[in-house]
């Protein structure tokens, strides 16, 4: 069975980032998109990721364009993007498939370890994963949870 520092994604500047860097760090873990509804979670993602990675928590952002074409740009404009519109600096990883036969492994894990409102499925952009510093995923929340309302939870694991 794999644990979640098993896994390898790449940067949106193309490197291969190893999970394992993250280890004995909480993780939030999110499929983002630049054109949905639910893009201003980026702020909070961000205040989050400020807010507590000193004390050992991260933000991962996975840009996803599988959910109403909401991601539709390339590594750059997302990078450009984020980075003028909510001044992100949480890693971002090159856009992937959640769902589907193309789904990256890691997302394929994360549902196995938390289901949702459609089983294993991603339902839609900004659907996040809580990892404890010892590397389980605790929890699953629907795109609809903000990320200040997730605060005191990550807290409670720091």
């Known amino acids: 069975m794999s644990v979640i520092y098993d896994f390898k ?9 190893a ?6 760090q ?8 630049s054109k949905c509804g639910f ?17 050992g928590f991260s933000v991962l952002g996975f840009p996803c364009n599988q959910f109403g074409a909401q991601e539709p740009g390339q590594a750059a404009e997302i990078q450009e993007f984020c980075s ?20 990256h492994p890691l997302y394929e894990y994360l549902k196995r370890q938390q289901s949702g409102l459609l089983g294993a499925s991603i339902k839609w952009n900004f659907t996040k994963f809580l990892v404890d510093r010892a590397g ?21 694991l720091l």
């Open 19 to 24: 999970l394992k860097r993250f280890e004995g």
């Open 136 to 156: 389980k995923v605790i929890a699953r929340y629907a795109p609809t949870a903000r990320p200040e309302g997730l605060r005191q939870q990550i807290e409670t």
């Open 9 to 17: 994604a790449n940067s949106l500047a193309g490197e291969e980032v």
């Open 84 to 103: 003028t519109h909510y001044d992100v600096t949480f890693p971002l990883f090159e856009k992937i498939d959640v769902n589907g036969a193309n789904a």
């Open 39 to 55: 893009t201003p979670q980026y702020r909070g993602l961000e205040d989050l990721h400020r807010d507590l990675s000193p004390r």
């Open 26 to 33: 909480v993780l939030l873990i999110v499929n983002t998109a």
